[in-house]
C-alpha cells in the first residue's frame, strides 16, 4: 500500500473523521513542522481528503512519529513503514504520535521553551499565555471517547487539544479561552498556550492545537445530570426537591456561570445590533433548517404549523443583539468542580463552517441548548432504566425533572427577568434546536427521535396554555438555589 493509502485507513477508523461512510481518499498531504528533537522525528502533516460524491474536500491534522525499527510498545498505532524522504533506500516506521509519550513530550517542551522566550521551530508557531511553569517530566495519556478532536493530558498538570479538522483562520475555541483566561473568568480552564502555522495557500493561519489547565477534580456535568435523576427514579413517589439528589442548586448556579461567561465576553468581544432585516434573514434560515428536518422525519410535519408561527414572531421584532457565545452549549460541554462550573469547548456546532461559527449570535442560543439538554438528560435516564414496571411513573417524574432544572437554570441566568422580546426569542431558538435534534436522531439514533418531538409537544402545549414559552415546574416553588439541593 501507498502512503496514501495508509493514511486513509488510518483516518476510516479514527473516531475523529467526519467522513465516516462516505466513499474518500487522501488527495495529498503538506507538511506543516517538524518539531524539535532526533528520535522520533515528529512531523505534523496537513492530509487533504476527497470525496467520490463531489463533497468538498476537508483538511485533518495527522502528527507523526518516525522511528527506524518498529516500536511494539505502540504497535497499535502503527500507521504504516515507508521509505524515507533522504532517498537513501532505508525505511522508517511512521506512528499516530499522540499514542507515543516520547512523541507527545516534544510539544511540552517547546511550549515550555516558547513561554522563556526561546524562538518557535521552524513554521510552527507556538504561543504561551501567563506564566504557568510547566512540568516537563509528565508522563502524557492520551484520552479515549472523544469524536471530534484529540485531547492528551500530562500527569495532573496540563491537557492539549490536538484539533483534528482544520480550516484556515481563527479557532473560537482558542480565541475565547485566551480572552476569558486574560480576563481572569473563573467558568474556563485557564489557557496556557497554542500552536499555530501560517498556510501560505490561503494566506492565513491554521490554528493546530491548544494548551490549557487541567481540571483534576472536575465531574462531567451530563453524568452529574443521570446520577441525580436516577436517585429519583429510585425514590419511586417523590418530587424531585424532595429527593437528596435533587440538582436544582446545581442547575442555578449553572445559570449563573453563563450569564456571568456572556458578561465577559459582551465586554471584550464586538456587540451588534441586528436590524429587521437580519432578523428576516435569521427567520428564513431557521425556517430552511425545519424543512431540511422534515425531509429527513415527515412526522415533524404535527409540529410544523406552530414552529412557524414561532418564527414568524422572531421575524417581526423589530431587532436583535447579538455577541460572541458559545454556539454548542449542553451539559455534556459543563464540568463540576470544587470551585463551580467550568464551561468547555467553544468551537461552536462542529458541522458547520468556521465562518459560521465566529459570527456573533444572540445568547439564547446558549441558554436554549442547555434547556433542552435538561430535557434530554431525564428522558435519556428513563430510556435505559431497565424493565419496563413503572415506565410511566419514570416519564412523569423526567417531565417534573426537567421543569424543575430548565425553571432554575433559566431563574439564574436571567436574574432580571426576561422582557417580552426576550421570550419570543427563547422560544425560537429552542424550537430550532428541538428542530434540528429530530433530524439528528432521525439519522443517526431513531429510538431517541421522541425526545425532541416531546420537547415540542411541551413547548406548544405551555405557548397554548399560558401565552408563554419559559418553562416553570409545576410541583415546587421552593428555593432552587439551597446549597443543601447540590450534587457535587
Known amino acids: 500500500m501507498t502512503q496514501y493509502d495508509d493514511l486513509a485507513e488510518m483516518m476510516a477508523g479514527a473516531r475523529w473523521f467526519a467522513g465516516k461512510g462516505r466513499d474518500f481518499s487522501v488527495s495529498r498531504t503538506r507538511l506543516a513542522g517538524v518539531l524539535p528533537g532526533q528520535e522520533p522525528e515528529v512531523e505534523i502533516l496537513l492530509v487533504e481528503v476527497a470525496y467520490a460524491d463531489g463533497g468538498q474536500p476537508e483538511l485533518y491534522q495527522v502528527p507523526l512519529a518516525y522511528y527506524d525499527h518498529p516500536e511494539e510498545r505502540i504497535g497499535h498505532a502503527h500507521v504504516g513503514t515507508w521509505a524515507h524522504p533522504d532517498d537513501s533506500g532505508r525505511l522508517r516506521h511512521a506512528y499516530d504520535a499522540l499514542h507515543d509519550r516520547k512523541a507527545m513530550a516534544r510539544w511540552l517542551e517547546a511550549f515550555a521553551a516558547t513561554a522563556q522566550g526561546q524562538a518557535s521551530p521552524g513554521p510552527l508557531l507556538f504561543h504561551s499565555v501567563g506564566d504557568h511553569e510547566l512540568d516537563l517530566e509528565a508522563h502524557s495519556t492520551l484520552f479515549t471517547g472523544e469524536q471530534s478532536n484529540s485531547s492528551v493530558r500530562f500527569g495532573e498538570d496540563t491537557v492539549m487539544k490536538v484539533f483534528r479538522k482544520v480550516t484556515p483562520g481563527v479557532n473560537p475555541d482558542i480565541a475565547v479561552h485566551e480572552v476569558l483566561t486574560q480576563a481572569g473568568s473563573d467558568h474556563v480552564a485557564a489557557l496556557y498556550g497554542w500552536l499555530d502555522v501560517l498556510d501560505t495557500e490561503a494566506d492565513s ?66 456587540v451588534k445590533e441586528h436590524d429587521a432585516k437580519q432578523l428576516a434573514v435569521l427567520a428564513y434560515q431557521l425556517r430552511r433548517r ?42 455534556g460541554q459543563t464540568l463540576r468542580t470544587v470551585r463551580g462550573w467550568k464551561i468547555v469547548d467553544f468551537e461552536g456546532e462542529p458541522a458547520r463552517p468556521l465562518a459560521e461559527r465566529l459570527r456573533p449570535d444572540s445568547v439564547w442560543r446558549d441558554v436554549a441548548g442547555m434547556l433542552r439538554s435538561f430535557d434530554y438528560a431525564p428522558r435519556v435516564a428513563a430510556m435505559n432504566h431497565p424493565g419496563d414496571e413503572g415506565r410511566e411513573q419514570r416519564a412523569y417524574r423526567a417531565k417534573e425533572w426537567s421543569a424543575r432544572n430548565q425553571t432554575a437554570f433559566l431563574d439564574a441566568y436571567a436574574d432580571q427577568g426576561l422582557s417580552p422580546e426576550d421570550r419570543v426569542l427563547l422560544a425560537a431558538y429552542v424550537a430550532d434546536k428541538a428542530v434540528y435534534e429530530t433530524g439528528y436522531e432521525a439519522r443517526n439514533r431513531p429510538g431517541w427521535v421522541d425526545i425532541p418531538l416531546s420537547g415540542l409537544d411541551q413547548l406548544a402545549e405551555r405557548v397554548a396554555r399560558t401565552g408563554d414559552s419559559t418553562p416553570t415546574d409545576p410541583t415546587d416553588h421552593t428555593d432552587p438555589t439551597d446549597p443543601s439541593g447540590a450534587t457535587a
Open 205 to 270: 493561519i491554521i490554528q493546530l492545537a491548544m494548551l490549557q489547565q487541567y481540571l483534576r477534580t472536575a465531574s462531567d456535568g451530563w453524568e452529574l445530570a443521570q446520577v441525580s435523576v436516577r436517585d429519583l427514579f429510585a425514590e419511586g413517589d417523590l418530587h424531585p426537591n424532595e429527593v437528596g439528589g435533587d440538582f436544582a442548586g446545581e442547575a442555578a448556579r449553572l445559570g449563573t456561570a453563563l450569564r456571568e461567561t456572556h458578561e465577559v465576553l459582551a465586554e471584550y468581544f464586538p
Open 290 to 331: 425545519l424543512d431540511e428536518s422534515l425531509a429527513v422525519y415527515p412526522e415533524l410535519a404535527r409540529h410544523e404549523a406552530f414552529v412557524r408561527e414561532t418564527y414568524d414572531r422572531l421575524a417581526q421584532l423589530p431587532g436583535l443583539r447579538v455577541q460572541q457565545i458559545h454556539g454548542d452549549l449542553h451539559l
